[in-house]
């Protein structure tokens, strides 16, 4: 099931009887609390970069960044930024 299926598409709001007929209590509200934007077009954005703007160095940071934390072996954050600078 697809986010659009569990919105009404006439009123632009969640559709209630969709959601808690799928979602247990208390987690259906959650969702429905979930304000709605009436954008016409999605954006896709590069959530490891402060502005949304994917680089093969900020892709690289973020990846060395995940293998810094579950490995001893890696480089260090700061040789890691000498080397993109």
Known sequence: MMVAQLINQVTFKWDSSIIN?????PLNQSIKDIQIRRSST???????????????????????YHVESSSS???DRET???IWT
């Not at 007929?21 to 209590?25: F, H, N, R, S, T």
Request: proline share 3%; aromatic share 8%; charged share 20%.
């Open 21 to 25: 007929g799928l979602i247990p209590a």
């Open 80 to 82: 890691l930024k000498t």
């Open 42 to 64: 999605d954006e896709i954005i590069w959530a490891s970069h402060n502005k949304g703007c994917f680089s093969v160095k900020t892709a690289y940071l973020q990846d060395e």
């Open 73 to 75: 072996g890696s480089l």
